[in-house]
């Protein structure tokens, strides 16, 4: 893979050890960028996202969330507003919404990597805790974290190790026999 696009899809992996040093502010406005250009079911863009850098908010963060191993210098909560979803009176049993918290998320971490930066999603945390403790507007759904940080220099062997896994496992062509 020469192309840089590919090879930077092909490169990215989960990061869970990260260090405590800062993430530049100009980065992580790039990073943020990058999510405003997801794709998203019909233009609608109901996704919201919360940048918290706060370490006392991101340490509560981090107790009602099993799923979060690092300690992320930034947290990027990706929530659906849905306001934008009653406003356009789609209905709310519609699967864009959720979709597009993933070509969010995606997007946002192909461009924390191309920028040299740690990544990871998390998912696996309490909704209701996250919303008192970010005192989040009764119409918005937090959906996602994405940590950000740098990578500290220990294994990272990530899950997909465990597994190897080829596109052609999951590709089927034009119909089942
Ligand atoms: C919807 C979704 C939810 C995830 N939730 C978590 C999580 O809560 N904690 C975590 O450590 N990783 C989480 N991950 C990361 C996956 O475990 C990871 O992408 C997978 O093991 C493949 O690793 P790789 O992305 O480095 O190839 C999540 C990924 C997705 C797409």
């Not at 850098?53 to 991101?58: E, G, L, S």
């Amino acid at each position: 893979m020469s192309n840089q696009v590919l090879q930077n899809i092909r490169t990215r992996r989960v990061i869970r050890h990260m260090t405590n040093e800062p993430v530049k502010r100009e980065q992580l406005e790039q990073v943020l960028e990058a999510g405003r250009w997801a794709p998203t079911g019909g233009n609608l863009r109901p996704h919201r996202f919360v940048v918290v850098q706060n370490p006392t908010t991101r340490r509560l963060i981090r107790m009602v969330s099993p799923g979060m191993f690092q300690k992320a210098p930034v947290l990027i909560l990706i929530c659906i507003n849905w306001d934008v979803v009653r406003q356009h009176k789609v209905p709310e049993h519609d699967r864009s919404f959720y979709i597009d918290v993933g070509t969010a998320a995606q997007t946002m971490m192909l461009a924390a990597h191309a920028l040299g930066l740690a990544s990871g999603p998390v998912t696996s945390f309490s909704q209701a805790a996250v919303r008192v403790i970010l005192n989040l507007p009764e119409s918005f759904s937090p959906e996602m974290f994405i940590c950000i940080g740098h990578a500290a220099k220990v294994d990272q062997t990530g899950m997909r190790a465990w597994k190897k896994i080829t596109w052609q496992d999951l590709t089927y062509w034009e119909r089942f026999p």
